[in-house]
C-alpha cells in the first residue's frame, strides 16, 4: 500500500501563489503518473494537472499558463506550483499517484482558499 501525504494548502489572496507538495511512502515501487485533482462544494472532482514517469504533463484548460507540476522520482514527491490564483480556484486538492498498470491512491486533501 501507498501513502501520500499534501501539504502546502491554506488561505491566499487573488493574484497570489501557492506551492503544493505530495510525498509517497509504504510500498512505492513501480510507480507511474503522479497527479492533482480538486474538488470544490457542488461539483465534480476534476483533474488539475498530470505528470507521467516520462515527464510528460497534462493540465485543466482553467489552469494551463498558471499552475506548473513537476515530479521528484527520488524523493518520491509531486509538487504543484500554482500562481495567479482565481477565487475558483477554491477547492480541496488531492493528491493521486498510480502503481503498475492500474493501482491507484489517494491522498487525504488539503484545502486551498483564494479570497480578499
Known amino acids: 500500500q501507498v501513502r501520500l501525504v499534501e501539504s502546502g494548502g491554506g488561505l491566499v489572496q487573488p493574484g497570489g501563489s501557492v506551492r503544493l507538495s505530495c510525498v509517497a511512502s509504504?510500498?512505492?515501487?513501480?510507480?507511474?503518473?503522479m497527479a492533482w485533482y480538486r474538488q470544490a462544494p457542488g461539483k465534480e472532482r476534476e483533474l488539475v494537472a498530470r505528470i507521467n514517469s516520462g515527464g510528460s504533463t497534462n493540465y485543466a484548460d482553467s489552469v494551463k499558463g498558471r499552475f506548473t507540476i513537476s515530479r521528484d522520482n527520488a524523493k518520491n514527491t509531486v509538487s504543484l506550483q500554482m500562481n495567479s490564483l482565481k477565487p475558483e480556484d477554491t477547492a480541496v486538492y488531492y493528491c493521486?499517484?498510480?502503481?503498475?498498470?492500474?493501482?491507484?491512491?489517494w491522498g487525504q486533501g488539503t484545502q486551498v482558499t483564494v479570497s480578499s
Open positions: 493521486n499517484v498510480g502503481r503498475f498498470q492500474s493501482l491507484q491512491y
Open positions: 509504504g510500498n512505492i515501487f513501480s510507480i507511474t503518473h
